[in-house]
T-cell receptor, first 114, second 112 residues
Framework: KAGVTQTPRYLIKTRGQQVTLSCSPI?????VSWYQQTPGQGLQFLFE???????NKGNFPGRFSGRQFSNSRSEMNVSTLELGDSALYLC?????????????FGNGTRLTVT | GQQLNQSPQSMFIQEGEDVSMNCTSS?????WLWYKQDPGEGPVLLIA???AGELTSNGRLTAQFGITRKDSFLNISASIPSDVGIYFC????????????WGLGTSLAVNP
């Protein structure tokens, strides 16, 4: 079974631009979560989608948004990029949204903002 | 953002030694998870704990969910070179909330 696939693996953007990251979950998984990972803050929860609906949201500004499609694939968008948005963005999928449904992570998209 | 207190921050050990790391929180969690992350990859789930007091093993790894629901530890016995990596704890707050709170990681180096 293929794992969680994130594209692209690397991105370099300039301040003020916007970016869209893509995540394809494991086949059959309906829940997708997004995390931001930085050396200083560690992993911080961005949002979770289940059946095309956002179920939970972290404490990030409105510049960070996401969506989920009917095939469970998800995209994350960051508008008006800032230098501090440079990070590894991780997507994780799980079969459903219950508490004992463990997360399976992709290898992330490394975003660098210059 | 909110974080768990994970210690130690880093460890350098000899192959064959046992390793112990732990996480504490000021909040109660319903679930404790332990992940390992290798360079250039995403975290991989090692052990999941769902009940206070639960002790679970996965090969040479053993983890426990603290009775107070505010802490957890991970032990690795007889370490080998492929144990090198960063180990993260994560806690899931009450209320079926999938918003995991993470420790900053324990970086493990093993000298063959």
């Amino acid at each position: 079974k293929a794992g969680v696939t994130q594209t692209p693996r690397y991105l370099i953007k300039t301040r003020g631009q916007q970016v869209t990251l893509s995540c394809s979950p494991i086949s059959g998984h309906r829940s997708v979560s997004w995390y931001q990972q930085t050396p200083g803050q560690g992993l911080q929860f961005l949002f979770e989608y289940f059946s095309e609906t956002q179920r939970n949201k972290g404490n990030f500004p409105g510049r960070f948004s996401g969506r989920q499609f009917s095939n469970s694939r998800s995209e994350m968008n960051v508008s008006t990029l800032e230098l501090g948005d440079s990070a590894l963005y991780l997507c994780a999928s799980s079969p459903d949204s219950s508490y004992n449904s463990p997360l399976h992570f992709g290898n992330g998209t490394r975003l660098t903002v210059t | 953002g909110q974080q768990l207190n994970q210690s130690p921050q880093s460890m350098f050990i000899q192959e064959g030694e046992d390793v112990s790391m732990n996480c504490t929180s000021s909040s109660i969690f319903n679930t404790w998870l332990w992940y390992k992350q290798d360079p250039g990859e995403g975290p991989v789930l090692l052990i999941a704990l769902y009940k206070a007091g639960e002790l679970t093993s996965n090969g040479r790894l053993t983890a426990q969910f603290g009775i107070t629901r505010k802490d957890s530890f991970l032990n690795i016995s007889a370490s080998i070179p492929s144990d090198v990596g960063i180990y993260f704890c994560a806690g899931q707050p009450a209320g079926n909330n999938r918003k995991l709170i993470w420790g900053l990681g324990t970086s493990l180096a093993v000298n063959p």
